[in-house]
């Protein structure tokens, strides 16, 4: 019983640290620094309860993360992967040729999780790009991307369209960029109660306001049942895969997955 309280309270603990981080200080600092710290703190975690199928790390449960109400096992200490980052990876391994043919892919924002393993697999065809992050080899505005047209099979573009001032533009830019037949994974995060319209209003400007409406303060529109719609307008072909929900539940729990996440694919006509 004592044991149980005590974890509990470093539940408690941890889950009002992680918040704070990931609140107020900038996302390029906790990319380079909070790597070390974390895996210290994976230490305390040990187990074989659930697994990171990233970095095939195990543990009893996975870290909290979020920024008002963070979620209980989601981040994994060693490799930073959160619950749709497991999702793709285990998407891009049963549903597609990612891992079993060279490709030239485009990561828009890269997340830690997948730098490694998508570098091994691709080589020089796999780029990185982002406007500030630390991790990216290509300075890039999303919404003047600098490469020619058709010159990627993949675009990778996660938790990236709800901060840009014109996400229907930034899409039309992936979909130049794509070869013919080529394919974006396109996640963006939905914030409950899920309006049917996309809510965006650019005089919003106060830090603590944009947090309330839009979900974070750095986010210039709250998603709706209408994102398939806007991805269409860019001219990709929008597919709402409920992948999630064809796996096994028992898996769906050891890699910490939320099979209710659906992931958006925008594809280019040939």
């Not at 070390?36 to 870290?63: D, H, M, T, W």
């Not at 990561?107 to 080589?123: N, V």
Request: aromatic share 10%; net charge positive; with cysteine.
């Amino acid at each position: 019983m004592i044991l149980k309280y005590v974890d509990w309270l470093s539940l408690r603990a941890m889950k009002k640290i992680i918040s704070l981080l990931i609140r107020f200080v900038p996302r390029k600092y906790l990319q380079r620094f909070s790597g070390v710290g974390l895996k210290a703190v994976g230490l305390f975690y040990k187990g074989n309860k659930v697994e990171c199928p990233i970095c095939k790390s195990q543990y009893r449960k996975f870290l909290p993360y979020g920024r008002i109400n963070p979620r209980p096992n989601a981040l994994c200490p060693n490799c930073l992967s959160l619950e749709r980052h497991r999702l793709i990876w285990i998407y891009l391994n049963k549903k597609t040729n990612f891992f079993t043919q060279p490709l030239h892919v485009l990561h828009i924002a890269p997340e830690p999780c997948f730098l490694k393993p998508f570098e091994k697999q691709h080589g020089t065809t796999y780029l990185t790009a982002d406007i500030e992050s630390p991790l990216a080899k290509v300075k890039m505005d999303i919404h003047k991307i600098p490469f020619p047209e058709n010159t990627f099979d993949v675009v990778l573009c996660n938790h990236v369209l709800e901060h840009v001032k014109d996400d229907i533009a930034a899409m039309r830019e992936i979909n130049r960029v794509l070869k013919p037949g080529g394919w974006a994974i396109l996640q963006i995060p939905f914030f409950a109660p899920v309006p049917a319209v996309t809510f965006e209003d650019a005089t919003i400007t106060n830090p603590r306001e944009r947090e309330k409406i839009f979900g974070q303060d750095d986010h210039v529109r709250k998603y709706g049942h209408d994102y398939p719609d806007r991805i269409n307008q860019s001219g990709l072909i929008a597919e709402t895969l409920a992948f999630a929900r064809e796996l096994p539940a028992t898996l769906a729990e050891r890699y910490g997955l939320q099979q209710n996440e659906m992931l958006y694919i925008g594809r280019k006509n040939r």
